[in-house]
C-alpha cells in the first residue's frame, strides 16, 4: 500500500509563500495523475491544482497565476509552489494520486498538512 505523507504547512503571512511536499514511499512513476486538495472549516473539500504525467495541470480558478504544481519522479515528490498567500488560502492540504489520467485523482489520499495565512 503506497502512503502519501504531506508537509511543508504552517503559519504564512498574507503575501507570502511556502512550498508543500507530498512525498510517496514508493515510485510514483505508477501514479499518472497527482494533486491537491484542500478543505477550510464548514467547507466542503474542493481541488486545488492537479497535474497529469508532469505534462499537463489544472487549478481551480482561486488559485490559477498563484499556485504550481510539479513532480519530481526521481524523488517520488509531488509539490504545491503558492504565492501571494491570502488569507482564504487557510486550510488543511491533502495530496492524492491516481493510476488513471484525471484531473480529480483520489485513488490514494495523504494525511494532510495545515496552512494558516495570518493577515
Known amino acids: 500500500q503506497v502512503q502519501l505523507v504531506e508537509s511543508g504547512g504552517g503559519l504564512v503571512t498574507a503575501g507570502g509563500s511556502l512550498r508543500l511536499s507530498c512525498a510517496a514511499s514508493g515510485s510514483i512513476l505508477s501514479f499518472i495523475s497527482m494533486g491537491w486538495y484542500r478543505r477550510s472549516p464548514g467547507q466542503e473539500r474542493e481541488l486545488v491544482a492537479a497535474?497529469?504525467?508532469?505534462?499537463?495541470?489544472n487549478y481551480a480558478d482561486s488559485v490559477k497565476g498563484r499556485a504550481t504544481i510539479s513532480r519530481d519522479n526521481a524523488k517520488n515528490t509531488v509539490y504545491l509552489q503558492m504565492n501571494g498567500l491570502k488569507s482564504e488560502d487557510t486550510a488543511v492540504y491533502y495530496c492524492?494520486?491516481?493510476?488513471?489520467?484525471?484531473?480529480?485523482?483520489?485513488?490514494?489520499w495523504g494525511q494532510g498538512t495545515q496552512v494558516t495565512v495570518s493577515s
Open positions: 492524492a494520486a491516481d493510476r488513471k489520467a484525471t484531473y480529480r485523482p483520489q485513488e490514494y
Open positions: 497535474e497529469i504525467s508532469g505534462h499537463s495541470s
